[in-house]
């Protein structure tokens, strides 16, 4: 069994993430396709995602792929979060990973349904309002949910949710969208603010896209998106697919199997998977400095970190939940995170001192980044204790 050592994955996660500049993207698709999918629980996330990879990217580039040309398409999917798609990637995640949270939802919102008494049939009640919410969105095209919840009484039924001390009543629209979006059968369309903020507007899947494809298989649909996954960021563990995924062991392994991926040793013990195609030793491409934003793909692609992370940084620089805040990278290592200050300018903080040469390559890096946010300041809900604790100058 060959080993892969940390100084390979590093070098992997450099030359496919685009993350040296001797390997950057030509356009969003294409560095979309590299990272699998993109994060887009926060909006931001998904232009600064791509900034980091694609030379001379513009915001307008970015929104006319999401919103004219439609090759990026924003899919709820694994672990409920948000993501963008490459379009030809949604009918595997539609059969897969999305479809596990759908079925989830719609468990937990039926039976709140009927608990609540605003139907007896909590399953036949939500598919009559999604049929209703279905067709009044292509009668009347893209409706913010605000709008959908004023000229649909429907949305307006409250349900109770939760237990104990946490137990509320809520408006049923936007479990009910959300519902709908996990199946694939609504998207989140044209923005109502700028690129910073979501204020979608929602229509149905099949009039934002045109024609679309079925939904593949179960196992059908796993292998493709850990195809992608493998290539993106393979070696990976099965913990690590397993969590990615939010999908079971079962399923990891079944398409592992089918896709006859490749087992290596990893540095410091564990099993990690390659594609067949893909199992030549990768050399490192020198040294290389990056910035990158709250939940960015490449920090948030693996559970198991420790090969670009020091364990006693996570802390600082992730929530308890694994999520990543801004993170700044040395040559394949997150050294610290980054903050703007009121004007808008970016500023790296280290978590320790760093050798002149990587100190000079993220200020050369911040500065890069300043000017491409032209004083706009990017803010987040999920802020580490790093970011939080920044001493600005």
Request: proline fraction near 7%; include cysteine.
């Amino acid at each position: 069994m060959r080993l892969v050592d940390d100084e390979e994955r590093r070098a992997r996660l450099a030359r496919r993430h685009g993350l040296h500049p001797e390997h950057r993207h030509p356009d969003p698709v294409a560095a979309t396709r590299a990272l699998t999918v993109l994060h887009a629980t926060e909006p931001a996330t998904v232009h600064l995602s791509l900034q980091a990879r694609v030379p001379g990217l513009t915001v307008a580039d970015v929104e006319r792929c999401l919103h004219e040309d439609r090759t990026l398409v924003k899919q709820l999917a694994m672990r409920r979060t948000l993501f963008v798609f490459p379009r030809e990637l949604l009918p595997a995640a539609w059969g897969s990973a999305s479809a596990r949270v759908a079925g989830t939802e719609l468990r937990r919102l039926a039976a709140d349904v009927e608990r609540s008494g605003v139907g007896a049939d909590g399953t036949a009640w939500l598919e009559q309002a999604g049929a209703a919410v279905l067709d009044h969105l292509a009668r009347e095209g893209e409706l913010d949910a605000r709008s959908l919840r004023e000229q649909l009484p429907v949305l307006e039924a409250r349900v109770l949710q939760g237990s104990g001390a946490y137990a509320g009543e809520a408006a049923v629209a936007s479990r009910l969208l959300t519902l709908l979006g996990a199946r694939g059968l609504l998207v989140r369309g044209h923005n109502g603010g700028h690129w910073r903020v979501s204020r979608p507007r929602w229509t149905p899947m099949a009039t934002w896209l045109g024609p679309t494809p079925e939904p593949l298989g179960e196992a059908e649909g796993y292998a493709a998106l850990v195809e992608r996954w493998l290539w993106s960021f393979g070696p990976g563990t099965e913990a690590d697919l397993v969590w990615w995924l939010g999908a079971t062991k079962s399923a990891v392994r079944r398409a592992l199997a089918d896709l006859g991926a490749v087992e290596v040793a990893l540095e410091g013990g564990g099993t990690g998977w390659l594609r067949p195609d893909d199992t030549d030793p990768v050399g490192p491409p020198g040294p290389w400095a990056s910035l990158l934003p709250v939940l960015d793909p490449t920090t948030m692609g693996w559970k198991e970190r420790d090969f670009y992370l020091d364990p006693a940084d996570r802390p600082f620089l992730f929530d308890t939940q694994g999520n990543a805040g801004t993170t700044a990278w040395w040559d394949g290592r997150v050294v610290g995170c980054w903050v703007q200050d009121p004007d808008g300018v970016v500023v790296v903080v280290p978590r320790a001192d760093l050798p002149a040469e990587a100190a000079a390559a993220l200020a050369a890096e911040a500065e890069r980044l300043t000017t491409w946010l032209d004083g706009q300041v990017v803010g987040s809900v999920y802020s580490s204790p790093q970011m939080r604790g920044a001493r600005l100058p």
